[in-house]
């Protein structure tokens, strides 16, 4: 079982920055896969970026690509998602999310057991 407890969101200007954390409780922290996702109003929940046990491969989707950086600190048990360069359609309801399989190319929700609560980001213009 893990617990995942998202933090760090906030309003931020265009073209500004920002690092969202997720705890994570639990042994098993450090064999997960690990997913940040979003949504916005009205809008399906979306695949961001993701990232092995190990913290060797990450994945991004291209909208966030050379923009956003996944990583993971599996003594904290955390995961990170330094977000720069924010634009307006950035604005969503940020989820962390962790999978059984060890990786972080899954990108459907149906993939991951675990989901932390949200944090929102909102980017004006």
């Known amino acids: 079982q893990v617990q995942l407890v998202e933090s760090g969101g906030g309003l931020v200007q265009a073209g500004g920055s920002l690092r969202l954390s997720c705890a994570a409780s639990g042994r098993t922290f450090s064999t997960y896969g690990m997913a940040w996702f979003r949504q916005a109003p009205g809008k399906e929940r979306d695949f961001v970026s993701g990232?092995?046990?190990?913290?060797?491969?990450?994945y991004y989707a291209d909208s966030v690509k050379g923009r956003f950086t996944i990583s993971r600190d599996n003594a904290k048990n955390t995961v990170y998602l330094q977000m720069n360069s924010l634009k307006p359609e950035d604005t969503a309801v940020y989820y962390c999310?962790?999978?059984?399989w060890g990786v972080g190319s899954r990108a459907s929700v149906s993939n991951y057991a675990y989901w932390g609560q949200g944090t929102q980001v909102t980017v004006s213009s």
């Open positions: 990232i092995s046990w190990t913290g060797d491969s990450t």
């Open positions: 999310a962790a999978n059984r």
